[in-house]
């Protein structure tokens, strides 16, 4: 089974960037396709982006188009989430999330990692 630890988070004023990144070990990485969630307080946790396996194909929320960029890197094991122009409504915890399923089956996603917060202020 594949073990993800996430980084990266943090606090960055908005109009802002951070890149997340997604450790994966104990399991061929590049067999499974990868995602990230976020959740925000109060709220139930929700689908960002995600990667196939070989890192060709992608799917992003509706708004975080054009300022997030999911990529992996097999070779290292990890996955990242490069996120531009932030806004406060970015604030949550990120999780990285992997399938041996297909990258767009949102409820196949069953390995997680433990989150890292990100907080956007104006």
């Known amino acids: 089974q594949v073990q993800l630890v996430e980084s990266g988070g943090g606090l960055v004023q908005a109009g802002g960037s951070l890149r997340l990144s997604c450790a994966a070990s104990?399991?061929?990485?590049?067999?499974?396709?990868m995602a990230w969630f976020r959740q925000a307080p109060g709220k139930e946790r929700e689908f960002v982006a995600a990667i196939s396996r070989n890192g060709g194909s992608g799917l992003y929320e509706d708004s975080v188009k054009g300022r997030f960029t999911i990529s992996r890197d097999n070779a290292k094991n990890t996955g990242y989430l490069q996120m531009n122009s932030l806004k406060p409504e970015d604030t949550a915890v990120y999780y990285c999330?992997?399938?041996?399923?297909?990258?767009?089956?949102?409820?196949?996603?069953?390995?997680w990692g433990q989150g890292t917060r990100v907080t956007v202020f104006s």
């Open positions: 999330g992997a399938t041996p399923g297909a990258y767009w089956a949102l409820e196949s996603y069953d390995y």
């Open positions: 104990g399991g061929t990485f590049s067999t499974y396709a």
